[in-house]
């Protein structure tokens, strides 16, 4: 039978100590000014702008959706195309993703996230195709 003393004996083989740092890994994000990450600094869970988004161009974004959120798919944001109806109460602008040309994603609601800005949900819709690629669009009228 084992008891506390022979446990205790036992386990001092096992113990491991690990440095530990005062500065988390955000802080090193943030004081790194050599090559700053896109969406290091943005977080997509609040407030979304066009000048959000800008910063993610040319972006992978994870794309859930489905019972569960399952992952679906990979997008990256190829455009954004501003709208000429925009105004100072209201900014509008579509989103412009691509995919390969074998995704299939019908008009729907998805969770999308990005490995740094975190996630928000949008709308998608299909938006064409060019033969080497599928196009799905966001569109946005945000008041400001």
């Known amino acids: 039978m084992l008891n506390r003393r022979h446990f205790l004996l036992g386990c001092t083989g096992f113990w491991v100590i690990l440095p530990?740092?005062?500065?988390?890994?955000a802080e090193k994000r943030?004081?790194?000014?050599a090559h700053p990450l896109p969406g290091a600094d943005i977080d997509l869970s609040s407030d979304l702008s066009r000048a959000k988004f800008a910063t993610l161009l040319g972006e992978t974004f994870e794309v859930y959706?489905?019972?569960?959120?399952?992952?679906?798919?990979?997008?990256?944001?190829?455009?954004?195309?501003?709208q000429e109806v925009s105004t100072p109460e209201v900014e509008q602008f579509n989103l412009r993703f691509t995919a390969a040309l074998d995704t299939r994603?019908?008009?729907a609601v998805y969770t999308m996230r990005h490995a740094?800005?975190?996630?928000?949900?949008?709308?998608?819709?299909?938006?064409?195709?060019?033969?080497?690629?599928?196009?799905?669009?966001?569109?946005?009228a945000l008041l400001r």
């Open 116 to 140: 740094l800005a975190g996630q928000t949900t949008l709308r998608l819709e299909p938006d064409g195709e060019d033969g080497q690629q599928r196009y799905y669009r966001a569109v946005f």
């Open 105 to 107: 994603l019908p008009a």
């Open 65 to 82: 959706g489905g019972t569960g959120l399952v992952l679906v798919n990979q997008l990256r944001l190829h455009e954004i195309v501003d």
């Open 30 to 33: 943030k004081s790194s000014t």
């Open 20 to 25: 530990l740092s005062g500065t988390s890994a």
